[in-house]
Nanobody, 124 residues
Framework: QVQLVESGGGLVQAGGSLRLSCAAS????????MGWFRQAPGKERKFVAA????????SYADSVKGRFTISRDNAKNMVYLQMNSLKPEDTAVYYC?????????????????WGQGTQVTVSS
């Protein structure tokens, strides 16, 4: 069982930056590949970024590539999402998730555990 708690969301102007954090409980954190998803009002949850067990491999949605960076610290049971050059269309609730897949997973249905989400609002 893994419990996930996101933090770091907030209101920022377009062009600004935010860093989201996800704290994971449990001693087997390094056994889970991790991902970030987001959901805007009235829309389905979408993949944002994912990172492998060791952190050596990452994957990004085309819409955030070059602007967002996912990272993890297995010693601290933490996952991060650094978001730069934010745009109004990045406004959404951002969710951290854990999967027991051995490779990076891009599909939400493959993730077993989810955090409660953190709101990111980008004003124009």
């Amino acid at each position: 069982q893994v419990q996930l708690v996101e933090s770091g969301g907030g209101l920022v102007q377009a062009g600004g930056s935010l860093r989201l954090s996800c704290a994971a409980s449990g001693r087997t954190f390094s056994s889970y590949a991790m991902g970030w998803f987001r959901q805007a009002p009235g829309k389905e949850r979408k993949f944002v970024a994912a990172i492998s067990l060791s952190g050596g491999s990452t994957s990004y949605a085309d819409s955030v590539k070059g602007r967002f960076t996912i990272s993890r610290d297995n010693a601290k049971n933490m996952v991060y999402l650094q978001m730069n050059s934010l745009k109004p269309e990045d406004t959404a609730v951002y969710y951290c998730a854990a999967t027991n897949q051995y490779t990076i997973a891009l599909v939400a249905s493959l993730y077993l555990y989810w955090g409660q989400g953190t709101q990111v609002t980008v004003s124009s």
